[in-house]
């Protein structure tokens, strides 16, 4: 398994709820949760939104930077910015949240979506403080997972290579590995 790549720029058109506007790099040293929605997908409404308002307020904005990614591929004249900000009004939603540039050509898929190759929304970012990707996941996951995950996160040094399922192998070589990771047998194996 390779080790995690830096996660792609963001292609912003315009941001709410900041002074100015931010950028991966601008963000380095913070674990970064980032949450791509539309705001006319039930799920993103029902539990991405939610979601990333209870790790907002959970998280130290010291340490985690949440991040709402509004990245439209369908019904683009229903979710312009206007509509957007009234939406984010009366959801109270208070952290950054980035309009997805379409790209204007006709293309259906904003920028930032088709950089990370999204599969449609909600799609759940998790980047490391040294900027890689370390979680892409279309659809929902638990709050529970997503706290431990972000906890996990912030545990880590921020100058820490990630370890790769190889090299975890060759350091222990009865370690089972496999796509998931390597787990220590058994005495009894």
Same mark, same amino acid.
């Not at 050509?105 to 599969?119: C, L, V």
């Given at each position: 398994?390779?080790?995690?790549?830096?996660?792609?720029?963001?292609?912003?058109?315009?941001?709410?709820?900041?002074?100015?506007?931010?950028?991966?790099?601008?963000?380095?040293?913070?674990?970064?949760?980032?949450?791509?929605?539309?705001?006319?997908?039930?799920?993103?409404? %029902? $539990? /991405? =939104?939610?979601?990333?308002?209870?790790?907002?307020?959970?998280?130290? @904005?010291?340490?985690?930077?949440?991040?709402?990614?509004? +990245?439209?591929?369908?019904?683009?004249?229903?979710?312009?910015?206007?509509?957007?900000?009234?939406? !984010?009004? #009366?959801? $109270?939603?208070?952290?950054?949240?980035?309009?997805?540039?379409? %790209?204007?050509?006709?293309?259906?898929?904003?920028? /930032?979506?088709?950089?990370?190759?999204?599969?449609?929304?909600? +799609? !759940?970012?998790? =980047?490391?403080?040294?900027?890689? !990707?370390?979680?892409? /996941?279309?659809?929902?996951?638990?709050? !529970? $997972?997503?706290?431990?995950? =972000?906890?996990?996160?912030?545990? #880590?040094?921020?100058?820490?290579?990630?370890?790769? +399922?190889?090299?975890?192998?060759?350091?222990? &070589?009865?370690?089972?590995?496999?796509?998931?990771?390597?787990? =220590? &047998?058994?005495?009894? @194996?």
């Amino acid at each position: 398994m390779a080790s995690p790549k830096l996660a792609p720029d963001w292609d912003i058109a315009q941001w709410f709820n900041v002074d100015a506007p931010l950028d991966l790099r601008a963000l380095r040293g913070r674990v970064v949760v980032a949450g791509a929605f539309q705001m006319l997908c039930p799920g993103c409404v %029902s $539990q /991405t =939104i939610p979601q990333l308002r209870q790790a907002h307020a959970l998280f130290p @904005e010291s340490e985690v930077a949440v991040i709402g990614l509004h +990245t439209v591929f369908e019904h683009h004249a229903a979710m312009g910015p206007t509509a957007l900000e009234a939406f !984010l009004h #009366e959801y $109270q939603v208070r952290f950054p949240v980035g309009v997805d540039r379409t %790209s204007g050509r006709g293309e259906p898929i904003p920028s /930032t979506m088709r950089r990370y190759g999204m599969q449609g929304t909600p +799609t !759940l970012l998790l =980047i490391d403080r040294e900027g890689r !990707l370390r979680r892409q /996941t279309f659809g929902h996951i638990p709050d !529970l $997972q997503l706290g431990a995950e =972000i906890m996990a996160l912030m545990r #880590e040094p921020a100058n820490i290579d990630a370890v790769s +399922t190889d090299d975890r192998q060759r350091r222990n &070589p009865q370690a089972k590995c496999d796509a998931d990771g390597c787990a =220590i &047998p058994n005495e009894s @194996e």
